[in-house]
């Protein structure tokens, strides 16, 4: 009776599956490999620009200003980095509504993207809003 | 003498194997997220910073200042804005999510290359989302 089944069995055209394990595990291995699973971190910041023209205007926003290496707050207010951290802390943006809560930032000459992004994650987390100020730009 | 009993190699069901390797390739194609920038790019580092949703834009800037716009080479921050305005165009104020461009720089790039960037995508009517890697303050 058992030598009967077996013998219908291999008589149906039946499509091999017997390789299919080997390649779902090349795949996963494929897919183990190559996948990260990051976590996308960050802020966002919805930012007002400004021009130096508009930043000398308006006196009541705070400026900081970073310029090759350093950090300058106001008229001439040097600060190292976790200076300023306390400076924003001591602003109470969370407390103020409206333009009161806008920092401007300016960078000059040369200042690498780690310290700039590090100043703006500062306000944002302050519940600040960030304006960034650029050079006079000509719109034709 | 002595009759041994018959010892039958025991038999591991291996049927199922297939169906659990292909949810496990199903959950891995689903979870993958192929990386868009060619470049080396070492985000920079910041305290308090928290998880962010990816949004359909990514403009990049390499350690090389390279300038990438979905994953292809922008010869400048002038076509960066062009291209962002074009696809921007439609999103209304009120859609702050649809209108979020995530912006990638590496920690070393010079401001002279990042600053234009981001001042095109606030001028394409973009919202920076600016993508870094979380520090113990």
């Known amino acids: ?140 | 003498m002595i009759r041994r009993p018959k010892h039958e190699m025991p038999i591991i069901p291996t049927a199922n194997l297939v169906d659990i390797a292909i949810l496990l390739i199903i959950f891995y194609m689903a979870c993958s997220n192929f990386l868009s920038v060619t470049g080396k790019l070492t985000p920079p580092k910041a305290p308090d910073l928290y998880k962010i949703e990816e949004p359909l834009i990514t403009v990049s800037v390499d350690q090389e200042g390279a300038i990438m716009l979905q994953g292809h080479a922008a010869a400048n921050a002038a076509e960066v804005e062009a291209v962002l305005s074009e696809l921007l165009k439609d999103k209304t104020a009120e859609d702050s999510k649809k209108r979020m461009v995530m912006f990638k720089c590496d920690a070393t790039v010079n401001r002279q290359v990042y600053q234009p960037v981001l001042d095109a995508i606030v001028h394409a009517g973009g919202l920076i989302l600016a993508v870094g890697d979380n520090r113990e303050k």
Do not use: C, W
């Open chain 1, 1 to 140: 009776m058992r030598r009967k089944f077996h013998m219908r069995q291999l008589t149906q055209d039946a499509v091999p599956t017997t390789s299919l394990a080997d390649m779902m595990f090349l795949l996963l291995i494929f897919f183990i490999m190559t996948t990260t699973l990051a976590r996308t971190t960050g802020f966002i910041t919805d930012v007002p620009m400004g021009t130096k023209g508009a930043q000398q205007s308006s006196e009541k926003s705070p400026s900081v200003v970073l310029h090759d290496g350093k950090i300058t707050v106001g008229e001439d207010q040097d600060m190292t980095m976790p200076q300023l951290r306390n400076y924003i802390a001591g602003l109470h943006l969370d407390r103020k509504k409206g333009d009161a809560k806008v920092v401007m930032i300016s960078a000059e000459g040369v200042v690498p993207y780690q310290t700039y992004y590090e100043t703006l994650a500062m306000v944002q987390n302050a519940s600040g809003v960030v304006a960034l100020v650029s050079d006079e730009v000509e719109k034709k």
